[in-house]
Each structure stands twice: as C-alpha cells, then as structure tokens.
C-alpha cells in the first residue's frame, strides 16, 4: 500500500472547498479537476473530483450529491505552532460555518476541523497529573483555544485571574 487518501464527498461544492482549504492551509495546492461526461451522475461538463494536497496530505473531493453529509464523527487536526496560526486558520475555516467548543469548528461545507496549537498536546500529557488536569480545565472553557491561558494554567494560576 503506498498511502491512504482521505476522499470527502460534496453536493457540488468541491472545486470550491478544495479552493479554500488550499488557501489557507499552508503548502497546500490543487493536482487537478476531473469533469462528468456523458456517463455520470451529474451534468456533462459538471466537475466531478478535485485531487488537492494539505501540507502534503493528499485529498479527493467528489461533487456525488446531497446524499451524504459531513458529520462531527470525523475531523481534521490542524496542529499549529503560534496563536497567530490558530487565529488565521479559526478565522478563516469558520466564516460561514460553526465555531464550537474545545478548538472544533465546522466550515461552510460541513466539514469539521480542530484548530489545535501543538503546545496543548504537550501540557496534556505532562506527568505532573494536576498540571494537565488544570489544563484540560481551561481548554475546556475555550472556543478557540488560547496558548496564554492555557501555559497560566499549566503555572497552577486560578481560573479567576485566567480570563
């Protein structure tokens, strides 16, 4: 086996899913657009799939219909190194969709993403139990996550003082 390509299935909001995705997320390009022809689902001419990488990660996209929706039981981690990242990314990927709880959105296709700075994960799995329990606690409170706060609360800072 030589990877595993996640295959997303659009109404008929593919081109310009992969268009956004591609724009945002840094090392990001679109490979090509297929099109229906006669024998298809969908008007000849129509686009059919969009083959795009993320930061190298290799994607397809379908215009297959409204079938199929997008649902929260799978997502896409975007790991990122500054707050800034993350206020980029959140920013961008939740105009026009849902922001959530805990750094999860959903763009306007439904897709659901984690807009995650790569220091939660580490102040998670520190040893020291209650410092990453504090963490947890504050991540918790969040939308969008916040480094600052997160750090204040792995020093053991009261939640009151954290806002």
Request: charged share 25%; glycine share 8%; hydrophobic share 35%.
């Given at each position: 086996?030589?990877?595993?390509?996640?295959?997303?299935?659009?109404?008929?909001?593919?081109?310009?899913?992969?268009?956004?995705?591609?724009?945002?997320?840094?090392?990001?390009?679109?490979?090509?657009?297929?099109?229906?022809?006669?024998?298809?689902?969908?008007?000849?001419?129509?686009?059919?799939?969009?083959?795009?990488?993320?930061?190298?990660?290799?994607?397809?996209?379908?215009?297959?219909?409204?079938?199929?929706?997008?649902?929260?039981?799978?997502?896409?981690?975007?790991?990122?190194?500054?707050?800034?990242?993350?206020?980029?990314?959140?920013?961008?990927?939740?105009?026009?969709?849902?922001q959530g709880p805990c750094g999860w959105?959903?763009?306007?296709?439904?897709l659901s993403w984690q807009v995650v700075?790569?220091?939660?994960?580490?102040?998670?799995?520190?040893?020291?139990?209650?410092?990453?329990?504090?963490?947890?606690?504050?991540?918790?409170?969040?939308?969008?996550?916040?480094?600052?706060?997160?750090?204040?609360?792995?020093?053991?800072?009261?939640?009151?003082?954290?806002?």
């Amino acid at each position: 086996m030589k990877h595993i390509t996640p295959f997303l299935w659009f109404d008929k909001e593919a081109e310009d899913a992969a268009k956004l995705y591609t724009s945002v997320i840094p090392n990001s390009k679109i490979n090509g657009v297929t099109h229906y022809g006669e024998v298809g689902s969908r008007e000849p001419g129509t686009v059919m799939t969009v083959d795009f990488e993320l930061n190298g990660q290799k994607f397809v996209a379908l215009n297959g219909g409204p079938e199929f929706q997008f649902t929260e039981a799978v997502s896409f981690i975007l790991s990122c190194e500054t707050q800034d990242e993350v206020d980029d990314l959140w920013v961008k990927l939740s105009e026009g969709g849902e922001q959530g709880p805990c750094g999860w959105l959903k763009d306007r296709y439904g897709l659901s993403w984690q807009v995650v700075p790569t220091i939660l994960e580490e102040l998670i799995r520190d040893p020291d139990q209650e410092k990453s329990q504090r963490v947890m606690a504050a991540m918790m409170q969040m939308g969008k996550i916040e480094i600052e706060p997160l750090k204040r609360a792995a020093e053991g800072e009261p939640a009151s003082t954290r806002a």
